[in-house]
């Protein structure tokens, strides 16, 4: 950032108005009240202000880190709210922090977090200062042995871009403009314009839940969040990369807003806008579905957001009528009922020519209403999808083992996560209902493992396996739960969630348990027991039963 940032108010020293367009201002203002024109202070000085003596002092290993300066002391004891701004003016600083810390990593936090612990001091983390609610004001009364502010500001880099997915790994106390100067050589940005964008920071924007200047679609941060790493005093809290979760609360939502108050934001995974880019296609032994899976990741990284977008792979389209058996079939939609949706479509098709999908024969099909709905693949895989449960019951009396398992994962991760599940999911296929697996839906050896995605992110598609096998009666639970127990490690060790839309329960409880970062299981547990203190509700669902007596 140019320029020394003023102690007491906005910006940076020299900016703002002149002094000829300030006797402007004063004039302007006298003729719109009607007053004399008022008289204007002369801005305050460092050298004029008398600061209270530091009540606390930093162990030797953290001093180098820590400032006791005026100007950092008084730059740090107020945001820039109206109140903030005017005690600055006047030259009040009664409850300045005793000290400043400039951390450069995590470990320097995690230290100063203990120190502060240890000694009874306020921590309170420091991004750009810009608060106007009096978020980083360290005025903690008699309760502590004093207080130290915590500027993130060391922390200022883009540390890794994913462009398949569209994210990118960002310090968090980086400014908005240090920001966008990392993210523009890459054809990227965040695309977050708050109105205090140039004086403040990623980690201030995710613990306020910063508003951006877009009025519709992306307007909070929350937005833009993928995944936080985040530093609390009982640990490092680091949730999963993942475009879309159902897995219990959202452990960032439990940061995203906190203030500061639950732990200090030292990283985050962000979903950034820009030119695609990245990304491989499928291979031949795929049979298209990696390359149907990039035509959908052009498709929603493109901002057309079609209504459905669909990857059925050769056994799912086969299953559902939608498809030969030897091809994946993508089903791509649009809707409204203000406009027609040509435009949409037919750029759409242009994406899936360039990732090498074919259209069928007589190109793209315009229908209106339900008659659209059931035509063709589109048709015969609705069908088949409002059967299924239907179809279930009639494959558990004939003792078939059923099951289907959701997740998410972002783009750079699919293609390997993908090959790894299906590997993981067909070996306990075959190891536990004998036989050679298919990638058949339903027809030949003993069992099959087919995949569709259900929903497509910027940042990653929710693949849905459905696994089809014999069972032997009187057996289906025990081998159910084999192949549950290798389809579900597989999904967790290779980065994605273990549940995208169906919930925890109990069922997923073992791997919902890896998957949540440890300082939030002990906080959703905490929280468990403050709601429900006997235990009574659902016991064993989401989180531990508590002991019984």
């Known amino acids: 950032m140019a320029g020394q940032r003023k102690f ?66 008084a730059g740090h004891s107020y945001g820039k709210s109206y109140r903030d701004v005017v005690r600055g003016a006047r030259g009040d600083f009664a409850n300045p922090p005793d000290q400043v810390a400039f951390p450069e990593n995590e ?25 106007v609610s009096g978020g980083v004001e360290p005025d903690v009364g008699d309760a502590y042995a004093g207080s130290v502010s915590i500027d993130l500001g060391r922390l200022d880099r883009v540390l890794e871009i994913d462009r398949s997915s569209r994210a990118a790994r960002i310090q968090a106390g980086v400014y908005g403009p240090a920001l966008e100067d990392q993210l523009r050589p890459h054809g990227l940005t965040l695309r977050h314009y708050p109105q205090s964008f140039e004086f403040s920071t990623l980690g201030g924007w995710i613990a306020t839940r910063a508003g951006g200047h877009y009025a519709t679609l992306y307007t909070h941060i929350d937005d833009f969040v993928e995944s936080l790493r985040v530093v609390t005093p009982s640990g490092a809290s680091e949730s999963r990369r993942l475009p879309g979760s159902g897995a219990g609360p959202s452990p960032d939502r439990l940061f995203i807003g906190s203030e500061g108050s639950l732990g200090i934001i030292s990283e985050a995974w962000m979903r950034v806008h820009g030119g695609g880019g990245g990304g491989g296609g499928g291979r031949e032994d795929d049979d298209g579905f990696l390359r149907g899976a990039e035509a959908v990741r052009q498709l929603s990284q493109t901002g057309l957001f079609p209504t459905n977008c669909r990857l059925l792979d050769p056994g799912e389209a086969a299953g559902a009528g939608a498809g030969s058996g030897s091809e994946s079939v993508l089903l791509v939609a649009f809707e409204s009922a203000d406009h027609p949706v040509d435009a949409w479509m037919e750029r759409a098709l242009e994406c899936c020519r360039d990732a090498g999908a074919e259209l069928p024969e007589g190109g ?41 398992f959701e997740t998410a994962v972002t783009w750079d991760r699919f293609p390997e ?31 099959s493992v087919a995949c569709r995605f259900t929903h497509a992110y910027p940042d990653g598609p929710a693949p849905y396996y459905t696994v089809i096998a014999p069972g032997r009666r009187g057996s289906e639970l025990e081998q159910w739960a084999e192949i549950k127990q290798a ?22 409880r073992p791997w919902y348990d890896k998957q949540r970062p440890e300082p939030f299981a002990r906080a959703l547990q905490a929280a468990k027991g403050a709601l429900d203190p006997k235990g009574i509700l659902n016991p064993g669902a989401l989180v531990p039963a508590p002991r019984q007596r």
């Not at 470990?107 to 608060?131: H, K, R, V």
């Not at 090959?419 to 003993?446: H, I, N, P, Q």
Request: include cysteine; glycine fraction near 14%.
């Open 107 to 131: 470990e320097q936090i995690s230290a100063l977090l203990d120190w502060c612990g240890d000694a009874g001091i306020a921590a309170i983390p420091y991004g750009g200062g810009s608060s």
């Open 487 to 508: 389809a579900s490690d597989a999904v967790l060790a290779l980065g994605g969630t273990i549940t995208h839309h169906h919930s925890v329960g109990r069922d997923f």
């Open 8 to 73: 007491w108010g906005w910006g940076v020293e020299g900016a703002g108005p002149g002094a000829e367009q300030e006797l402007g201002i004063r004039g302007a203002i006298a003729a719109r009240f009607g007053i004399a024109e008022p008289e204007l202070a002369p801005p305050p000085r460092i050298e004029d202000i008398t600061l209270p003596a530091p009540r606390v002092k930093p162990p030797p290993a953290l001093a180098g880190i820590c400032s006791e300066a005026p100007e950092d002391r």
């Open 417 to 447: 996560f993908h090959r790894g599940v299906l590997a993981a999911t067909r070996d306990a296929v075959k190891r536990v209902c004998g036989g050679e697996d298919t990638l058949s839906a339903f027809g030949g050896g003993e069992g």
């Open 364 to 404: 793209a099909v315009y229908r209106s209403g339900e008659a659209r709905a059931r035509e063709g693949s589109a048709g015969a895989w609705r069908d088949a999808f409002l059967q299924a449960p239907y179809l279930r019951d009639v494959l558990v009396r004939m003792a078939m083992v059923v099951e289907t």
